[in-house]
């Protein structure tokens, strides 16, 4: 098919399509996010303990990090809007599913279909913005993209949270049918289709299988403390590998990693995701089993992390594509793991003001300061026809990251059998805390170490080098608006 023609994003069209990809990343990122709220009231309700509830979390992300290769490129050979339309009316469906759960297998059930949708829906949002948004705004989008997104994730639990007062945990998934309507309506109507040319017709269906057994079997190996089931999924990811590296349509192509720009990034997700997964999974279970919030007030103790990125994320991605994801990769995770740090204050009776605000206002600020240019600097280090598997592979590494620290942290803090001991439970979270900060630094000296890039020689076929190619201290590691 033609090249797609881009359009400015002050535009007509270009405000449709950030609206449309804004509203379908936000369906994730507000499942994801009120989801945990309820989980509380999900375990009262269907008798489940601190295990059900990790599977009710990562049922979703499981399947969501294993086909969201395969979703990536579907997109790029199918078409971007058409399999991103498709994953928003399949998330509209399994909602209602996990809406009409009578047990807990019937709801991670259900949420395990819900992530198949959601392989299809989340590589697409991205992947619009680059293909239809012409270069010279795809740093202010990616940042609008990114803030709003977040506005969704953040705002989310306090509309759940008075929601689960109000009626029950299952209105939750039922906020997402309205949604899916809308999106689906402005993305056929406004948003062009593109896919990339070059892509084969030939999937890789044997990798997206065999990464699904391994996180599947390493999963239910961390949460039930099987040794040799974690080793057997451990075995089975490294034979994704030597799979990737022979086959002739692999899902994740190596030559990606040839950038180091995208081989830093994707390492930095992985430990900064594994953090946010812990403190966004046990916060709230913190704030309702311990400190005895209801579900409304422990949605809305995450408040300021919203307006923290409304605010800065478009910011924060302009800086970066004219100076350089560096300096806000190192910084960014360096803030979030002092905000976290200071979490470790929450326990029985917290107050929100000396206890609570400190440590979400610290870790919204660094969180609002990474994520867009981490974002960018992804889709900057690719051409733009691969942005699809780009981003698939970004988010594949995020949501492993996330599913395997809510596997874990339980487990690893001793925290696993206390679902109904306060005490216990406060003590594992300060631990897990811990953990979580841990993490954020060690992702902020992946970036402070491996995003100092050489200088080199512009190339017409990447975006990172337009017009102009630069090194670690100068403007060049995202789309560079031209004067």
């Known amino acids: 098919m033609p090249a797609t023609r881009t359009v400015r994003l002050n535009s007509a069209s270009g405000r449709w399509i950030l609206l449309a990809t804004i509203l379908g990343s936000s369906m994730a990122s507000l499942d994801a996010t009120v989801v945990s709220v309820a989980l509380p009231r999900i375990g009262e309700s269907l008798h489940t303990d601190v295990a059900g509830l990790q599977w009710t979390v990562n049922g979703y992300t499981l399947t969501l990090a294993s086909f969201i290769l395969l979703g990536g490129s579907l997109g790029d050979r199918l078409g971007r809007r058409r399999v991103f339309v498709w994953g928003i009316v399949g998330f509209a469906l399994t909602s209602l599913l996990c809406a009409a759960a009578v047990n807990i297998e019937m709801l991670v059930g259900a949420r395990l279909l819900q992530g198949v949708a959601g392989a299809l829906l989340t590589p697409g949002s991205l992947a619009l913005i680059s293909a239809s948004i012409d270069e010279q705004d795809q740093g202010s989008a990616i940042g609008l993209w990114s803030g709003f997104s977040g506005v969704a994730g953040a705002f989310g639990p306090l509309l759940g949270g008075g929601l689960i007062d109000l009626v029950g945990w299952r209105a939750i998934f039922l906020l997402n049918v309205p949604l899916a309507v809308v999106v689906a309506l402005v993305a056929t109507r406004w948003v062009p289709e593109s896919r990339d040319p070059e892509a084969t017709a030939r999937l890789d269906v044997p990798g997206a299988v065999i990464v699904a057994v391994g996180l599947g079997a390493l999963t239910m190996g961390l949460i039930n403390a099987h040794l040799l089931l974690s080793l057997a999924g451990v075995v089975a990811l490294a034979a994704f590998v030597v799979v990737e590296l022979r086959s002739p349509n692999p899902l994740v192509p190596p030559a990606l990693f040839r950038s180091r720009v995208f081989t830093a990034a994707n390492l930095v997700t992985l430990v900064v995701y594994a953090a946010l997964g812990g403190v966004f999974f046990l916060l709230v279970l913190q704030l309702q089993l311990v400190s005895g919030y209801s579900p409304m007030a422990s949605g809305a103790a995450s408040l300021p992390v919203t307006l923290l990125m409304l605010v800065l994320s478009a910011p924060a991605g302009r800086w970066a594509q004219r100076h350089g994801p560096r300096l806000p990769m190192t910084l960014g995770p360096l803030l979030a793991a002092a905000g976290v740090f200071a ?141």
């Open 343 to 483: 979490l470790r204050r929450v326990g029985p009776d917290a107050n929100y003001l000396t206890d609570v605000l400190p440590g979400v206002f610290v870790f919204g600020l660094g969180l609002s300061v990474l994520v867009a240019p981490l974002t960018g600097a992804v889709l900057a280090a690719v051409r733009v026809g691969e942005a699809g598997i780009a981003s698939g592979v970004n988010n594949a590494v995020a949501r492993t990251a996330q599913l395997l620290a809510v596997a874990a942290l339980p487990g690893l803090a001793g925290m696993s059998g206390a679902f109904d001991d306060p005490v216990a439970f406060a003590a594992g979270f300060d631990t897990a805390m811990s953990w979580c900060a841990a993490l954020l630094v060690a992702g902020a000296v992946i970036a402070g170490i491996l995003l100092r890039v050489p200088r080199q020689a512009p190339d017409p076929d990447r975006v990172d080098c337009l017009p102009h190619c630069a090194g670690a201290d100068g403007p060049a590691l995202a789309p560079v608006e031209k004067r």
